[in-house]
């Protein structure tokens, strides 16, 4: 929801970064595993009981998440880049919530299924919503060039991020918040999923 108000914002910074790194030689896909290695570093510090300690590579991973496309966008885009930048964000939001089950299985563990479960069906319309998009040529250009069509919802990769800031902070209320966050993301999947029909379900019928 507010990705696309984001970055706007902090594009302009990314974009210088990006082109001074491609300029000293870095690839996107360096930033991008980077990227990653700051993402799974947060989740064990989180899993060995560390969970305020995770915030400051939790959020320098993201900010390589952004970079990545920057870096790329000063070099040139390659259709392996955007597909190795999904698959790592997707690992990093899933290691999080693995982090904080490993923390407190007792506590944390139903809580943790409960919003991969919601992540996993979130994602499988983020994705196949992208597939309908390319058929369609449609882009999502507002929210920054991309390799696949980033579909905007009630939550996006910012509301995500600020979720995983908050539960770092305060761990204690891991269940009650994540399983709230949950429920948003199984509302962000089916308001998609109407979406979807409303650009192509129609014409098959």
């Given at each position: 929801?507010?990705?696309?108000?984001?970055?706007?914002?902090?594009?302009?910074?990314?974009?210088?970064?990006?082109?001074?790194?491609?300029?000293?030689?870095?690839?996107?896909?360096?930033?991008?595993?980077?990227?990653?290695?700051?993402?799974?570093?947060?989740?064990?510090?989180?899993?060995?009981?560390?969970?305020?300690?995770?915030?400051?590579?939790?959020?320098?991973?993201?900010?390589?998440?952004?970079?990545?496309?920057?870096?790329?966008?000063?070099?040139?885009?390659?259709?392996?880049?955007?597909?190795?930048?999904?698959?790592?964000?997707?690992?990093?939001?899933?290691?999080?919530?693995?982090?904080?089950?490993?923390?407190?299985?007792?506590?944390?563990?139903?809580?943790?299924?409960?919003?991969?479960?919601?992540?996993?069906?979130?994602?499988?319309?983020?994705?196949?919503?992208?597939?309908?998009?390319?058929?369609?040529?449609?882009?999502?250009?507002?929210?920054g060039l991309k390799n696949l069509y980033y579909s905007g919802g009630l939550l996006e990769g910012s509301e995500t991020?600020?979720?995983?800031?908050?539960?770092?902070?305060?761990?204690?209320?891991?269940?009650?918040?994540?399983?709230?966050?949950?429920?948003?993301?199984?509302?962000?999947?089916?308001?998609?999923?109407?979406?979807?029909?409303?650009?192509?379900?129609?014409?098959?019928?």
């Amino acid at each position: 929801m507010l990705d696309g108000i984001l970055r706007r914002h902090i594009d302009p910074p990314l974009n210088y970064v990006g082109r001074w790194l491609a300029a000293c030689g870095v690839s996107a896909n360096t930033v991008t595993l980077a990227g990653l290695l700051l993402g799974l570093s947060a989740a064990a510090m989180i899993a060995v009981g560390m969970p305020q300690w995770a915030l400051l590579p939790l959020v320098t991973s993201r900010l390589a998440d952004g970079l990545d496309g920057a870096v790329a966008r000063a070099t040139h885009r390659t259709d392996f880049g955007g597909y190795l930048d999904i698959t790592c964000d997707f690992l990093f939001y899933g290691a999080v919530p693995m982090g904080f089950i490993l923390l407190n299985p007792a506590t944390n563990s139903l809580a943790g299924a409960f919003l991969l479960l919601a992540f996993y069906v979130n994602g499988a319309s983020f994705l196949g919503f992208a597939i309908l998009a390319e058929r369609r040529k449609l882009d999502t250009n507002p929210r920054g060039l991309k390799n696949l069509y980033y579909s905007g919802g009630l939550l996006e990769g910012s509301e995500t991020i600020g979720f995983f800031i908050v539960i770092c902070a305060l761990p204690s209320l891991f269940t009650p918040i994540s399983m709230g966050f949950a429920v948003l993301c199984f509302l962000t999947a089916a308001l998609r999923t109407l979406r979807a029909y409303d650009t192509v379900g129609k014409s098959v019928r």
